[in-house]
Structures are given as C-alpha cells and as structure tokens.
C-alpha cells in the first residue's frame, strides 16, 4: 500500500470516545502505513504557544521515516493548564492506537515531542504505563523541557535574552499551583518511577539551553532500566527556537539520519512494555 508524500498532510479530528474529537494533522509517512511506524507528535511552543504550522517541520522529518504521523493541536496554557496537554496527549495516543490496531496491526506507535512537546511526549508515556496502555514501541523527545527550575549551566549559558524568560514564563502558565511542579506528568524527569516505560531517544545540542536536563533525564532513565539513547548534536543548531523555523538548518540531515536509525529499529513493542501492561 503506497503513500502520499510525507508533505502533503490533511488537517482533521480524531474522534475520542466519551469526549471531544481532537483537532489534528495527519502526515502521511514515506513508509507502508501497513508497516512503518505510527507516531504520535506534539509541537513546541513553552506550553503557551506553538501550533500545527509551527510543528510541521518536525512533523515532515518525523514522516520522512514513519507509515504515519499524527500532530495534535493540544489545549495551551494559560488557559488551559496542566494536565490538560497531557491528557489530550493520552486520549489522541489512545485514539490513535485504536486506529492503528484495525488498520496496521503489527506497525509500531510512538510518542514525540519537541521542547514542551517533548514535556508532554515523555508525560504522555508515562499515563501510558500507568493506565495500562496504549504499548508504545518508543518515545522520542526533542529539546525537552524537563527542569521546571531552569537551573542548568545549559540554562544559565543560553540567557542572553528572552530566551530563559520565556520559559520560566511557559512553566508559570502551565504550572499556576505550587504543587503541580511535583506531579510526575508535569515534570517527567523527576518521577520516582521511570521504569516500564518505553525506549527513548533523546536528542540535544551542544548550544541547546535544555542540554544538560535533557541528558540527565537520559542517565535517570537508563539507570532505570529503560533502554535510552542520548544524542547531542555537535553544531551551532539554535534549538529549541529553530525547530519551528520552515527551512531547518544543517543539524535537520544528522536528526534525520538519528531519527531513521531509533524508528526504524524500534520493535513495535518492547518486553518492558509489555509486562507492565
């Protein structure tokens, strides 16, 4: 069963039994959809902003290696604080395996996300563990924003400008109680509990203010137990900001090379998984 080109994607809904259908874009993968990977996306943003445009980029390599790519415009904050995004997350993720096991029963599902998608991506795998599904064969987090204290030195270096304002700003909005900060769906990295979850690939830069979290959350989950893979890109790349930029910069053929290698190689499920479901 062939497909359309991974950049002639389709806005629709996905339907959500028991509540409201989502809103989505559907990114056909250069793969069979029989066969290649079904991955779920969530764009970045700092949890109050981003959108399917601004995460087409990273929709389009994602589908460059994928039977199919779902982008989900989730709920932002301030409105919308947490769990919202995270739950939305879930329900598109459980919506979509519905969808995936009539269709493309021996394909893999993932979960990715850049930035504070990649916040919500690893939350995300975590509600999946937790409620018993669906199995995810991966996770894949971009840039994520993993430390509500934004005290890294990666954090520290990159705030020459509004760039660490505006993600203390993202986690105030998104986080408006105290007490949301300690609540492992909001802040994945600090969980007590990282085993079961699936695969990971990780993925940074060497000029990327969320680096050092980033790695740190790889050394967490491996030391778990989990299967993880922490690459970081050795160029000038501007992430998190230039992940939303329409025409990516060099670091978009060594991301596409990573991102071929973990799907590709990814089975569509793990043992992990499934003895926790």
């Known amino acids: 069963m062939s497909s359309p080109a991974p950049w002639s994607p389709t806005d629709e809904t996905l339907p959500v039994p028991g509540g409201a259908a989502l809103a989505v874009r559907r990114w056909p993968g250069a793969l069979p959809l029989r066969s290649g990977a079904w991955i779920l996306h969530l764009h970045g943003g700092a949890f109050v902003g981003g959108s399917l445009d601004s ?11 994928a039977g199919l790519v779902v982008s989900l415009d989730y709920p932002l904050a301030p409105a919308n604080p947490f769990p919202r995004a995270a739950e939305a997350a879930h329900a598109a993720l459980l919506a979509l395996d519905r969808q995936r096991r009539r269709v493309a029963p021996g394909a893999p599902l993932l979960v990715a996300g850049e930035e504070a998608g990649g916040n919500i991506a690893a939350a995300a795998a975590l509600m999946a ?5 669906p199995v995810l064969a991966g996770q894949i987090l971009l840039s994520p924003m993993l430390d509500v204290c934004i005290g890294t030195a990666s954090q520290r270096d990159a705030r020459d400008g509004p760039l660490g304002c505006r993600c ?26 990282l085993s079961g979850l699936p695969p990971a690939l990780l993925v940074t830069a060497n000029d990327d203010p969320q680096r050092d979290e980033t790695l740190a959350f790889d050394r967490r989950l ?13 160029m000038r790349t501007g992430w998190p900001c230039s992940l939303a930029l329409p025409e990516p910069g060099a670091w978009a053929t060594p991301l596409r090379e990573t991102l071929r290698h973990f799907i590709t190689t990814t089975p569509a499920s793990h043992p992990l998984q499934r003895e926790n479901t």
């Open 55 to 65: 995460g087409a980029p990273v929709a389009q390599l994602l589908a460059e290696t």
């Open 129 to 133: 563990r937790d409620r018993a599904g």
């Open 168 to 193: 203390a700003d993202g986690w105030r909005a998104y986080l408006p109680k105290a007490g949301d900060a300690v609540h492992p769906y909001a802040t994945p990295a600090d969980s007590v509990r």
């Open 222 to 234: 491996r030391a778990a137990g989990v299967p993880s893979r922490a690459v970081v890109l050795p």
